[in-house]
């Protein structure tokens, strides 16, 4: 049995089937119905059977594990040159932690008895939700904005993905896929409106809790678009949290693109100038903005938005120091640098950085 949905806005709840809706009727994203927690203490990071990746923590995942290329458990090392530990969230079958949203998403369609998804993607998203697809013996059509890189697409039309590019904005890439859903085209496999996508991201939470024997750090440091990530761990830290196996939240602070950056504007202001290497947060309406602003407000957090010239330099540090990332990534090292430069970290503040996306998978001109 698949958990049902339900819309956090009003209330209304849709059983789970292959013909369920994509969002409410009100327009709000919907959730699964079912947060179970565990009972009992935290494990000891020893008796965890770490094996089986992020699905190590299916206490705390409302879908059964279908669609799986033993994901999760991405190392967490120290980078002594930005004082801090860095999450290496590029270590996943397709190179980025959208992987973590992908194998619950795939897992839910199989549950569902889905035959076909939709997706909408700048890249990452596009290339995690074609190979789980496949892996689950599932299709995939994934719209894509017109002029995306070739190594993305390759990514996607090797797994077997039907590449749908689309001109114009993000914005219309997304409304294009939307279309197809609503022709009945497949099941919307979304990483911003499908609630099983952050089922899976949540993990990010509990993998770091598990790694640092479950004393979370002061603050976590992340890009922002859509929230894939930043919710999740959001979610993920609130559910450890609810279970009773850490005592507080850290403080989720976001980096933004300039340029793109909707929720740092509107916390201080318009920022000027374009950020246009960060190209996988190039968001300019966050799908769950409210919740985005609720996780700042709750944790005491922030968002900032990055320029270009300092994502390209914080880049080639990464690149030096052995972290070979894509360039989206290098925007929460770079405002790391930045909420030090503010005083919003202080000095002696234990902090983490996801590094999301593999330079593998990148084009570099
Ligand atoms: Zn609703």
């Known amino acids: 049995m698949s958990?049902?949905?339900?819309?956090?806005?009003?209330?209304?709840?849709?059983?789970?089937?292959?013909?369920?809706?994509?969002?409410?009727?009100?327009?709000?994203?919907?959730?699964?119905?079912?947060?179970?927690?565990?009972?009992?203490?935290?494990?000891?990071?020893?008796?965890?059977?770490?094996?089986r990746g992020l699905w190590a923590f299916s206490e705390f995942i409302p879908i059964s594990r279908r669609a799986t290329l033993g994901e999760g458990f991405t190392p967490l090392v120290s980078a002594p040159d930005w004082d801090a530990e860095f999450k290496l969230e590029y270590v996943f079958p397709t190179g980025s932690f959208k992987d973590r949203g992908a194998t619950t998403t795939l897992s839910r369609a199989v549950e569902l008895?889905?035959?076909?998804?939709?997706?909408d993607s700048s890249g990452n998203a596009?290339?995690?939700?074609?190979?789980?697809?496949?892996?689950?013996?599932i299709t995939a059509e994934i719209y894509v904005p017109a002029g995306v890189k070739a190594s993305k697409v390759?990514?996607?039309?090797?797994?077997?993905?039907?590449?749908?590019?689309?001109?114009?904005?993000?914005?219309?890439?997304?409304?294009?896929?939307?279309?197809?859903?609503?022709?009945?085209?497949?099941?919307?496999?979304?990483?911003?409106?499908?609630?099983?996508f952050f089922a899976g991201t949540q993990t990010v939470a509990f993998e770091i809790a598990a790694q640092r024997d479950w004393n979370p750090p002061d603050a976590v440091v992340l890009p922002l678009g859509h929230g894939t990530l930043f919710l999740g761990a959001y979610r993920g830290f609130r559910a450890l949290e609810n279970a009773g196996w850490i005592d507080s939240v850290p403080r989720l602070l976001g980096a933004q693109a300039k340029g793109y950056a909707p929720i740092a504007d509107s916390l201080h202001g318009e920022t000027e100038g374009e950020n246009d290497v960060a190209d996988g947060i190039q968001i300019?309406?966050?799908?769950?903005?409210?919740?985005?602003?609720?996780?700042?407000?709750?944790?005491?957090?922030?968002?900032?938005?990055?320029?270009?010239?300092?994502?390209?330099?914080?880049?080639?540090?990464?690149?030096?120091a052995g972290f070979y990332t894509e360039p989206t990534c290098a925007v929460a090292p770079a405002a790391l640098r930045e909420y030090r430069d503010r005083g919003v970290i202080e000095g002696n503040d234990d902090v983490v950085v996801p590094l999301t996306g593999s330079g593998l998978k990148a084009e570099w001109s």
């Open 113 to 119: 008895g889905v035959e076909r998804v939709v997706e």
């Open 154 to 196: 390759a990514a996607i039309e090797r797994a077997g993905g039907e590449v749908v590019q689309v001109e114009g904005s993000r914005k219309a890439v997304t409304e294009a896929c939307i279309k197809a859903v609503e022709r009945g085209e497949g099941w919307y496999a979304s990483h911003a409106w499908n609630p099983a």
């Open 284 to 320: 300019r309406e966050p799908v769950r903005d409210e919740e985005i602003h609720e996780a700042i407000s709750e944790t005491d957090g922030g968002a900032i938005a990055v320029s270009q010239k300092d994502t390209e330099r914080e880049l080639d540090r990464l690149h030096r």
């Open 126 to 137: 596009g290339a995690a939700i074609a190979t789980y697809a496949a892996r689950a013996g």
């Open 3 to 51: 958990s049902n949905l339900r819309c956090p806005a009003c209330s209304r709840t849709y059983s789970s089937g292959v013909d369920e809706p994509w969002r409410c009727e009100c327009g709000n994203p919907l959730e699964l119905e079912a947060g179970p927690l565990p009972d009992g203490p935290p494990p000891v990071f020893s008796e965890l059977d770490t094996c």
